[in-house]
Structure formats: structure tokens, C-alpha cells
T-cell receptor, first 110, second 114 residues
Framework: RKEVEQDPGPFNVPEGATVAFNCTYS??????FFWYRQDCRKEPKLLMS???SGNEDGRFTAQLNRASQYISLLIRDSKLSDSATYLC???????????FGTGTSLTVIP | EAGVVQSPRYKIIEKKQPVAFWCNPI?????LYWYRQNLGQGPELLIR????????DSQLPKDRFSAERLKGVDSTLKIQPAELGDSAVYLC????????????FGSGTRLTVV
């Protein structure tokens, strides 16, 4: 079983829609969680960390469910510029050991 | 603050030739990672360094790949000889001792083996 699993999509949504991605992880001892955004032919960039209590940054909300071992990313009022691949990353806490999901592709359509 | 610097940005080589990639991490980041990313896939870890020590190289194809981080700062990743299947983007990343802040990627080297 992979350490981190994501639905690869693609998700095609109209502008203004709300879209949510989930990511499951296998190691219950995982300690840190992140969402990265990767634009075409660019490197991944940190979008937001995911805190236990959930956190929000503008139109983006990240949540962690330790009992079910998944993290989620919610994007409200989608913009064309949100089109990208969203990667979830989990740190097991063992000496900076990070695991990536395969990424979820999002296309926001005018 | 300068980010993670990688060079070259692009490299095209013939199969069986050697190739090397260079990475300079963010100052103070003692953990350095080399990833390989194929089109439509997430990054796959090749090797992780804590300072100059390679602490996880289980996914590094050791028959043809090698890496070094001699002084615990810059790192090089080498492939010799390159194969067609090595065509990918090679990403370097670094992170601070506190893993809560995630890590930062360089812009990557896009390798094409022909």
C-alpha cells in the first residue's frame, strides 16, 4: 500500500464552483501535512500546511482527520488561475521523511 | 533569501552518456532531497541527506545513479550511463530541521535522453 494516495482526477469545474480534494495516508504516526501546488512544467510550491484544528487561507480550507487518516483541501469560488495539480505531502516524523501523493489535476473552465 | 538553486535547467543527452545535476539548498537547511518526477506523476524520492549523510537511498538505482553532498551543503546527482527511461524532471529540495514547515523545491532539471 502506498504511503499517500490521491485521486488523480482530472477535476474540471466551472469558474466560481467549489471543489474538494482528499488524500489518505497509511502511517498513523504521521505528524505533518501539507498541500503543494504544481503548475505545468514548474516545481511544486507550498500552498498551505494542514493543522489539526483545520485552517483557512482565503478561498482555501485544509482539514485533517486523524481518525480516518485523510486530509482535504477545499477551494471555494474557483478561479481560472487555480488550474494546477495539487499534491498532498505527509511527513512521518521520522527524520524529515516526506511522502507525496501522485497529485490531483484541476482545470477551472470559463 | 535565495531559494533552492539547481542547474542546469535543461539537458539533452544521448543514451549511454553521463550527466550530472547540481543543487545548492537554502542556507541553514540541513536536509536535502533529490526527487525524480515523470509526467503526470508525483515526485519520487531518490535520496535524502541529513547534512552529508545519505539517510535514505533505498530508491536510488545504484547501478547507474550516484549522489554526493561532501560538505553538507551543495549536492550533485550523477547518472552514468543514462538510459532512455531516465528522461524526467530531477528536482532538488531542502528543508529546515523543523519539519513542520515543509520543504522548498528548486526549479528542477529537465533531462531528455535521446
Amino acid at each position: 500500500r502506498k504511503e499517500v494516495e490521491q485521486d488523480p482526477g482530472p477535476f474540471n469545474v466551472p469558474e466560481g464552483a467549489t471543489v474538494a480534494f482528499n488524500c489518505t495516508y497509511s502511517n498513523s504516526a504521521s505528524q505533518s501535512f501539507f498541500w503543494y501546488r504544481q503548475d505545468c512544467r514548474k516545481e511544486p510550491k507550498l500552498l498551505m500546511s494542514v493543522y489539526s484544528s483545520g485552517n483557512e487561507d482565503g478561498r482555501f480550507t485544509a482539514q485533517l482527520n486523524r481518525a480516518s487518516q485523510y486530509i482535504s483541501l477545499l477551494i471555494r469560488d474557483s478561479k481560472l488561475s487555480d488550474s494546477a495539480t495539487y499534491l498532498c505531502v505527509v511527513n512521518t516524523g521520522l527524520r524529515n521523511q516526506f511522502y507525496f501523493g501522485t497529485g490531483t489535476s484541476l482545470t477551472v473552465i470559463p | 533569501e535565495a531559494g533552492v538553486v539547481q542547474s542546469p535547467r535543461y539537458k539533452i543527452i544521448e543514451k549511454k552518456q553521463p550527466v550530472a545535476f547540481w543543487c545548492n539548498p537554502i542556507s541553514g537547511h540541513n536536509t536535502l532531497y533529490w526527487y525524480r518526477q515523470n509526467l503526470g506523476q508525483g515526485p519520487e524520492l531518490l535520496i535524502r541527506y541529513e547534512n552529508e549523510e545519505a539517510v535514505d537511498d533505498s530508491q536510488l538505482p545504484k547501478d547507474r545513479f550516484s549522489a554526493e553532498r561532501l560538505k553538507g551543503v551543495d549536492s550533485t546527482l550523477k547518472i552514468q550511463p543514462a538510459e532512455l527511461g531516465d528522461s524526467a524532471v530531477y528536482l532538488c529540495a531542502s528543508s529546515a530541521p523543523d519539519s513542520r514547515y515543509g520543504y522548498t523545491f528548486g526549479s528542477g532539471t529537465r533531462l531528455t535522453v535521446v
